[in-house]
């Protein structure tokens, strides 16, 4: 008994070439749409190789093109009977499709052309590797030439567009926002992102050294952005913490409480009560409880977190498919998107293989986000890396930004959050006349920096820092700032500098603030 092994060709369709072809006959714009479309080397048969050669030709010299004129043609080449003669061109013109569809035939054509340059590109880099090369990252960069060149053929024909219609188009921008305030999405307690981002808007990334309040801000921005824009949408993906642990980072931020006392409660039970957290708190800290669960409760489905338990892979278009989605079901017109953080965020192959691409991958796949959403803000938190030579203050720099280039060239702003040097906190306390603070005897710095030491621990204390919030790049409209910010670390909510308070805080250092900081 024998058996009959199927030999696999390579991807094509005859049909489909055969239809371009055939537009190509009948129709002036069709041979002009193909001719700019497809080369030769996209055709699979050989004959279609030698038919469309001749037609290009026809059309780049000005010359009609029909079945007589191609036929004549092809006899003064001498080609005309390798081709199937007068009748396959015949055959030709009579296949033809609708020349409407000219574009999906030439896609198809294009599809198989690259379908078999994959399949060759991998059957030399197999060939290659069985060889076992002494040097795999040369092999390695070789085959990612080959990717790259495969990639720019995948592209799409250049449109052209006349200037009227780019007007057009500019016009009908300018008439949505035309005695308008803002561009973007607002916020309410950093009013510096609404004056001079006009609203948040493109692609923002933030910049911090670990611990320092990057996801803090983020959340508390997020929560700002749907009390103060009813039209928009909030998706918080987040690749580090759970979705359980940032919604309950937004419950501390809207009740003002630290994570400890709003575990455990603020006194022992004293009372039975139907609201078992009545037994843990006092009457006000629980109307503060319940204000802010009735604010989350208000933003409804506006508020989507995502964690990887939810999604396990997540890519740009995933992202974008999502948004589009929560739009439709939500009714908001406006959408933020946060990530959190970048450099979690999944690569492809190559890029895990050549570690040194990932945040060029990283920040291609955020931009790829941005130009889906248009101007809707992605505010993306970057991890700074600790340069050599620098001491635990660190981050506030736009070289300290991850991938240095590649994470700052692509953002519309570039935002980096430090904590104020002791040193600049002491000149800050001086300018602003607020009571001399005695430097610790066991201060490890310099003299000069001791007295904003020991007002910097004390005002830990307290559970405050005071942050720098620096914007270094900004485009299209936007201007770059810097401002100061009081960190409320236990609470994990920002709030502007009160410096008199800050002062008249600082007098009682053994005292600690009730739990809202009245």
Not at 105 to 124: G, T
């Amino acid at each position: 008994m024998t058996t009959e092994t199927k030999v696999k060709t390579a991807p094509n369709s005859k049909e489909s070439e055969m239809m371009v072809l055939g537009c190509m006959l009948t129709s002036l714009n069709s041979l002009q749409e193909a001719s700019e479309g497809l080369d030769e080397s996209d055709f699979y048969f050989t004959e279609h190789k030698i038919i469309f050669q001749t037609l290009k030709k026809s059309h780049k010299n000005g010359k009609p093109a029909d079945v007589h004129l191609i036929c004549e043609d092809l006899k003064t080449q001498d080609k005309l009977k390798s081709i199937g003669g007068v009748g396959y061109i015949v055959t030709l013109a009579q296949y033809a499709g609708t020349s409407a569809y000219i574009e999906e035939y030439i896609d198809i054509v294009k599809n198989k052309a690259l379908l078999r340059e994959i399949l060759y590109v991998s059957q030399e880099s197999e060939k290659a590797a069985l060889e076992d090369p002494e040097n795999a990252s040369h092999l390695l960069d070789e085959l990612g030439i080959k990717v790259k060149s495969l990639e720019s053929r995948q592209g799409k024909k250049i449109p052209i567009i006349d200037s009227s219609e780019r007007l057009k188009k500019e016009d009908e921008f300018l008439a949505q926002y035309r005695g308008k305030k803002y561009l973007g999405l607002r916020v309410k307690t950093i009013e510096e992102f609404n004056e001079n981002f006009l609203g948040l808007r493109g692609l923002m990334l933030l910049a911090a050294a670990p611990n320092v309040g990057k996801t803090a801000l983020t959340v508390q921005t997020a929560i700002e952005v749907l009390e103060t824009e009813k039209d928009a949408c909030l998706v918080y993906i987040s690749l580090e913490m759970s979705e359980e642990q940032i919604f309950r980072r937004m419950l501390l931020n809207l009740s003002g409480f630290n994570f400890r006392t709003f575990v455990f409660g603020s006194q022992p039970q004293q009372i039975i009560d139907n609201d078992g957290r009545q037994a843990f708190f006092k009457i006000e800290e629980v109307k503060k409880i319940k204000e802010a669960e009735n604010i989350l409760k208000g933003f409804g489905n506006r508020l989507q977190i995502i964690d990887q338990s939810t999604c396990p892979y997540i890519d740009a278009r995933t992202v974008v498919n999502y948004v589009d989605a929560l739009k439709q079901r939500s009714k908001c017109s406006r959408a933020i998107v946060i990530i959190d953080y970048l450099q979690v965020w999944p690569v492809n192959t190559n890029a895990r293989l050549l570690e040194n691409e990932a945040d060029k991958w990283r920040i291609g796949e955020m931009k790829k986000i941005r130009d889906a959403l248009n101007d809707d803000p992605v505010i993306v938190i970057s991890e700074a890396r600790k340069p050599s030579g620098k001491d635990e203050q660190w981050g506030g720099d736009l070289s300290d930004v991850m991938g240095s280039a590649r994470g700052t060239y692509t953002p519309d702003v570039v935002m980096l959050l430090s904590q104020i040097k002791p040193k600049s906190l002491s000149t800050i306390w001086e300018k602003n006349d607020l009571p001399k603070v005695k430097p610790e005897e066991d201060a490890e710095c310099i003299e000069a920096d001791k007295e904003g030491l020991a007002i910097k621990n004390l005002l830990a204390k307290h559970g405050i820092c005071i942050c720098k919030v620096e914007v270094p790049k900004a485009r299209d409209g936007m201007q770059k700032f810097s401002t100061l910010l009081e960190f409320h670390f236990n609470k994990n909510t920002f709030n502007k500098v009160n410096w008199q308070k800050l002062g008249e805080l600082i007098k009682t250092p053994n005292k600690q603030k009730n739990l809202f900081g009245k």
